[in-house]
């Protein structure tokens, strides 16, 4: 069974800094996209930034040029590097995957974890 499990969210002051992890485990198979989401209180879940197996990364406005994506392909992890943090980067951030099982692709998600930007 295949699991995403994320860490590294905490409580943070604005302006600081937060790298999330995100691993999948779990048999064997081949990851396709990894992504970060988040979803704050009342608001509904966004795509905040995606990596591909090619290399390709994309990133919402609210983040570009703050926030880094990248991943450990050797380690089936993706990581999110998170600068200068702002109030409004509260949220649960949630990885997302797609990931082949024997030729068949399926979505998967973590759990999540909650990051608080605040004074």
């Known amino acids: 069974q295949v699991q995403l499990v994320e860490s590294g969210g905490g409580l943070v002051q604005p302006g600081g800094s937060l790298r999330l992890s995100c691993a999948a485990s779990?048999?064997?198979?081949?990851?396709?996209?990894m992504n970060w989401y988040r979803q704050a209180p009342g608001k509904q879940r966004e795509l905040v930034a995606v990596?591909?197996?090619?290399?390709?990364?994309n990133y919402a406005e609210s983040v570009k040029g703050r926030f880094t994506i990248s991943r450990d392909n050797a380690k089936n992890t993706v990581y999110l590097q998170m600068n200068n943090l702002k109030p409004e980067d509260t949220a649960v951030y949630y990885c997302?995957?797609?990931?082949?099982?024997?030729?068949?692709?399926?979505?998967?998600w973590g759990k999540g974890t909650l990051v608080t930007v605040s004074s």
């Open positions: 779990g048999g064997t198979f081949s990851i396709n996209t």
């Open positions: 997302n995957a797609l990931i082949y099982i024997t030729l068949v692709p399926r979505n998967y």
């Open positions: 990596s591909t197996t090619g290399g390709t990364t």
